[in-house]
């Protein structure tokens, strides 16, 4: 007999396939900084909705091929609202994403995913009314004195941070409620935003300020913004499937890092001595919280282990 890895089991070894999709995608997700700068001469709003209008090609097909269409029909009037009320925050969240790290925000934006989990916590509180742990209250603590600290030290309030990180928390919140897998989730959510998308990018041209078949090479890049959407979606949904909650959970953290990373040693971001400090506290809150995540994750697997298993005839 074989035995996979629990899904909430933080000391079992997660398998390979998963591990390396999971990765994948953050990795991809991390090296958005290099590819949207490329799509200039667009400004932040036609690369939007470009990227949403081939992100809807490409899931069609993909939807097509999984024979996942059966999951769109039939769903309620209450599922498809809360559907477009994802679209538009997930719309809002693309959007300032593009527009950050195309205005020289990177490190900014990477802060707002770096805060997203912990945003994401406080929200099922403040919604769902789940409790936090005390542990949990400390890094969400500290995150809010960061946020202060890059607030007061800069001069200038973080938005960009705060609504990618607030933005992407209440998406997922509602995304939770929506009774579909995630392939038919986001098809569904690109027949909501794509005709507005298309009809925008005709306009565009039509008015004759679009850039699309300004040359080939920028037409393909335009055109790559659905598969370079789609394909890290995809990944991490084929290892969220296989690796315990724990393992992505830690694993989410490649994305900002790379991105910083990528603000601070390519784009040479000014990082003075309070951005310094803010972020430092944002990751000594992002350690609390991760190490109180699989403490937490390690005695749900304990007391379950010790439970008398039933004998049955």
Not at 18 to 31: D, E, K, T
Not at 150 to 161: D, Q, R, S
Not at 227 to 248: E, I, M, Q
Request: glycine content about 10%; aromatic content about 10%.
């Amino acid at each position: 007999m074989t035995t996979t890895p629990s899904t909430t089991d933080p000391t079992a070894r997660p398998p390979r396939s998963g591990l390396a999709a999971a990765l994948g995608a953050y990795v991809l997700w991390g090296a958005f900084p290099a590819f949207w700068p490329l799509l200039a001469p667009a400004e932040p709003v036609e690369i939007l909705a470009h990227r949403i209008a081939w992100t809807l090609v490409g899931m069609l097909v993909v939807l097509t091929a999984v024979r996942g269409w059966s999951q769109l029909r039939g769903q309620s009037a209450r599922t498809w609202l809360t559907i477009t009320a994802a679209s538009v925050l997930i719309t809002i969240n693309w959007g300032v994403y593009i527009w950050g790290v195309t205005h020289g925000r990177v490190v900014e934006s990477a802060l707002g995913y770096y805060v997203n989990p912990l945003v994401s916590v406080v929200l099922a509180v403040l919604v769902l009314g789940e409790r936090l742990r005390r542990v949990q209250w400390v890094a969400v603590g500290i995150a809010t004195v960061a946020v202060a600290v890059l607030w007061v030290g800069t001069g200038a309030l973080p938005w960009v941070a705060l609504v990618l990180a607030c933005s992407f928390g209440f998406y997922g919140l509602l995304k939770k409620r929506v009774p579909l897998a995630p392939v038919a989730g986001l098809t569904a959510e690109g027949f909501l935003l794509g005709p507005i998308a298309i009809g925008y990018l005709v306009w565009l041209q039509a008015v004759g300020v679009g850039t699309f078949g300004q040359g080939t090479g920028h037409t393909l890049l335009l055109i790559a913004a659905g598969p370079v959407t789609a394909l890290p979606l995809l990944l991490f949904a084929f290892g969220a499937k296989r690796l315990p909650l724990a393992t992505l959970g830690l694993l989410q953290y490649v994305n900002p890092t790379l991105q910083f990373a990528w603000g601070v040693l390519v784009d040479h971001e000014p990082m003075p001595p309070a951005r310094w400090v803010g972020f430092v506290l944002v990751w000594v809150a992002l350690l609390v919280f991760a190490a109180d995540s699989v403490t937490a994750s390690r005695r749900r697997v304990g007391r379950r282990s010790a439970q008398p298993t039933r004998s049955t005839v």
